[in-house]
């Protein structure tokens, strides 16, 4: 479903302001499922956080996105993984991500989760703190 719907997307479909760091949109919402498609200023970043307990996969549709990512279960170390136009990545339920745009250009992104969005938890990285909890905000409020 994602890469359907990567491949639909041209790369004008979510405009970004000037200074606008990131956009997004719901493409499709049902009771099993979302899929939302990101726009990513370059430095556009969002930091570390979970998604509240939903699988998912990421595709890069235009550009490159950078994921320093962990997991809540095996809390490893930081790790790292480039991912350029037309890569994937799987989201474990389990699995906290920090993810950016490195630039020059925007980058553009379709996200799907099931069970849809709901909550994403957003932690501290720093070292004798890390993966501790910092907030909690509602999916749809996350800027």
Same mark, same amino acid.
């Not at 200023?41 to 509240?52: K, R, V």
């Not at 020059?104 to 501290?124: C, I, K, N, Q």
């Given at each position: 479903?994602?890469?359907?719907?990567?491949?639909?997307?041209?790369?004008?479909?979510?405009?970004?302001? &000037?200074?606008?760091?990131?956009?997004?949109?719901?493409?499709?919402?049902?009771?099993?499922?979302?899929?939302?498609?990101?726009?990513?200023?370059?430095?556009?970043?969002?930091?570390?956080?979970?998604?509240?307990?939903?699988?998912?996969?990421?595709?890069?549709?235009?550009?490159?996105?950078?994921?320093?990512?962990?997991?809540?279960?095996?809390?490893?170390?930081?790790?790292?993984?480039?991912?350029?136009?037309?890569?994937?990545?799987?989201?474990?339920?389990?699995?906290?991500?920090?993810?950016?745009? &490195?630039?020059?250009?925007?980058?553009?992104?379709?996200?799907?989760?099931? &069970?849809?969005?709901?909550?994403?938890?957003?932690?501290?990285?720093?070292?004798?703190?890390?993966?501790?909890?910092?907030?909690?905000?509602?999916?749809?409020?996350?800027?």
């Amino acid at each position: 479903m994602v890469e359907g719907l990567a491949a639909a997307v041209t790369a004008d479909a979510l405009p970004l302001a &000037p200074g606008l760091p990131r956009r997004y949109a719901k493409l499709l919402a049902t009771a099993e499922y979302d899929v939302w498609l990101i726009a990513w200023a370059a430095g556009g970043a969002l930091e570390l956080h979970d998604h509240g307990g939903s699988t998912g996969v990421a595709r890069v549709v235009e550009g490159e996105l950078i994921e320093m990512y962990t997991d809540l279960a095996a809390r490893h170390p930081l790790r790292s993984a480039t991912l350029g136009t037309g890569d994937s990545v799987a989201v474990a339920s389990t699995r906290v991500h920090e993810v950016w745009n &490195p630039g020059p250009g925007r980058a553009l992104s379709v996200h799907a989760y099931s &069970p849809p969005l709901a909550t994403m938890t957003f932690f501290d990285h720093r070292p004798g703190h890390f993966l501790e909890p910092r907030r909690t905000e509602c999916a749809a409020l996350v800027g």
